[in-house]
């Protein structure tokens, strides 16, 4: 069974850093496409970037130029690093991986403060 761990969540000043980490049970990552979302309070799931198995990259608009996401396949891990965060990127973010069928972790809550 595939299983989606996220880590490095936690409260961090505007301005600052934090490094979210997804590991992937198995050693399948290689041959799928894994995003990252997140989903504030009261507001529905939304994308945030995507690394596809050939290592295209895609971004929101909203954190384009702040975020960079990246995959070390010999690790089953993909990452998200979150530069000059801002109150408005506070939320659960959520890793995705999609190869056959669409799983999803249990999220991680990234909290910034003003």
């Known amino acids: 069974q595939v299983q989606l761990v996220e880590s490095g969540g936690g409260l961090v000043q505007a301005g600052g850093s934090l490094r979210l980490s997804c590991a992937v049970s198995?050693?399948?990552?290689?041959?799928?496409?894994l995003s990252w979302y997140r989903q504030a309070p009261g507001d529905q799931r939304k994308w945030v970037a995507t690394?596809?198995?050939?290592?295209?990259?895609a971004y929101a608009d909203s954190v384009k130029g702040r975020f960079s996401i990246s995959r070390d396949n010999a690790k089953n891990t993909v990452y998200l690093q979150m530069n000059s965060l801002k109150p408005e990127d506070t939320a659960v973010y959520y890793c995705?991986?999609?190869?056959?069928?669409?799983?999803w972790g249990q999220g991680t809550q990234v909290t910034v403060s003003s």
């Open positions: 198995g050693n399948i990552i290689s041959r799928g496409g």
């Open positions: 690394i596809t198995s050939g290592g295209s990259r």
């Open positions: 995705k991986l999609e190869i056959d069928r669409i799983y």
